[in-house]
């Protein structure tokens, strides 16, 4: 029928944006270009409010959808045949169709879902609908229509130009295409979260930059190796994107030796914010962008957060923070990032962990303690000693 792979690519609240419409529609065209680019032989154009992907038969269908499923702003992806907009070229269309998906998955009952785009069409939908579903029963006699729970919805769609016939919409992640939303430094350790926190900013269309630090010779190259690649797995949805790499030990060695042991988690995580935002600052980040979840540890008890927040200007987004572990768990399944996030490497965090770290910290005091040190100093010296990686998708 067709000489090639046609799938449909329905943006979701892409539609909704009246004015700026276009603009997000050719975003959201150009991530699935650059997404698609490991193929030859791929049209992606739009039309009419859609996004059509047209691909060489010889390339693998599966792989097209799962690289077309990667893209943020992505509502549904449908294979579909294309055919004339004539009621005899849909019928033979809707035949083949129906005969491929007998043979292929044992599809015994159907019903027709008719929508004419072209509403100077000369045939009505609900008639459209009706007679395309007799041409079907006509054509495979083994079909019977099941209008409650069919095996298959046929779904005709008449436009202008052309008609496309589907089955399936498979969906996609929603949100807002790559580069609509600004830029943001992520704090990204080797956890759980902020890999997450991390795909759920993109998602909602913000370019990433991040920031890892590490407390080596106490945490080991591999630990930074493993933070590298589960980047990469992040980067397969936000694409390519600078890492920093900054050595906390300085600083951490300077905290404990000067202050509360109690506080150091805390005094820790101050400057791990402070760099951020500098970094953010040079790279044109408008705000951070953190894992943390309300009262998971010691250090995110809402006074805890409080006193993280006073140690920077910069809105600091924390897209986890009302979620369940649980869910972030399965949210981290599910984008494919939790087995490499759960190997066991040290983290700079547990390096100098207190015994009793402060749950209820007043800022008052950690100000008092952060004057013993030379601040201004040590974060220079961190900022000067970093290092940059450039993290490709996995
Ligand atoms: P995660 O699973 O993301 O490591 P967590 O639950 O272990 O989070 P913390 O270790 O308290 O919580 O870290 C809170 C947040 O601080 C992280 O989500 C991350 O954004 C940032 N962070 C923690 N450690 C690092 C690190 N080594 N490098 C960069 N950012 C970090
Ligand atoms: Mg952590």
Request: glycine share 8%.
């Amino acid at each position: 029928m067709n000489e090639e792979h046609i799938f449909i690519v329905r943006c979701g609240e892409v539609a909704l944006k009246g004015m700026n419409k276009p603009y997000f529609e050719r975003m959201l065209a150009e991530r699935i270009r650059k997404l698609l680019k490991r193929f030859d032989g791929i049209g992606v154009y739009r039309h009419e409010g859609l996004i059509f992907v047209r691909a060489d038969k010889s390339l693998n269908k599966q792989d097209i959808i799962r690289q077309i499923g990667k893209a943020f702003g992505v509502a549904s992806i449908s294979p579909a045949v294309e055919c004339e907009s004539n009621m005899d070229a849909i019928g033979r269309a809707a035949v083949k169709y129906m005969l491929e998906a007998l043979d292929e998955r044992g599809v015994r009952t159907f019903k027709v879902e008719a929508k004419r785009a072209d509403k100077n069409f000369p045939v009505r939908s609900p008639e459209i609908a009706r007679k395309i579903g007799a041409a079907v029963l006509k054509g495979c006699r083994v079909l019977k229509v099941d209008v409650h729970h069919p095996d298959c919805r046929l779904f005709v769609d008449v436009r202008h130009d052309k008609t496309y016939i589907y089955q399936d919409k498979i969906p996609g992640f929603g949100g807002l295409p790559l580069g609509t939303n600004g830029k943001g430094m992520s704090l990204l350790s080797g956890g759980i979260d902020s890999p997450v926190a991390t795909w759920m900013m993109a998602k909602r269309g913000m370019l990433i930059e991040a920031v890892h630090f590490h407390s080596y010779p106490y945490t080991s190259e591999r630990a930074r190796g493993k933070v590298e690649e589960l980047a990469s797995l992040v980067a397969v949805y936000c694409g390519r994107f600078q890492m920093h790499v900054i050595n906390l030990l300085p600083i951490q060695e300077q905290i404990v030796r000067s202050c509360p042991e109690d506080e150091t988690t805390i005094l820790v995580r101050r400057f791990m914010m402070r760099i951020a935002q500098k970094l953010a600052e040079r790279t044109g980040c408008g705000m951070l962008i953190t894992g943390e979840n309300l009262g998971q540890v010691a250090s995110q008890t809402a006074e805890a957060l409080v006193v993280t927040d006073a140690s920077v200007t910069m809105p600091v987004m924390r897209p986890l923070i009302g979620m369940d572990k649980v869910d972030i768990m399965d949210l981290a399944k599910e984008i494919g990032t939790y087995e490499k996030s759960i190997e066991p490497y040290e983290d700079c965090c547990t390096v100098f962990l207190p015994k009793h770290p402060v749950t209820k910290p007043k800022l008052e005091r950690i100000l008092a303690s952060e004057a013993k040190l030379d601040s201004e100093a040590l974060i220079q010296a961190a900022l000067d000693s970093g290092e940059m990686v450039t993290i490709y998708p996995a």
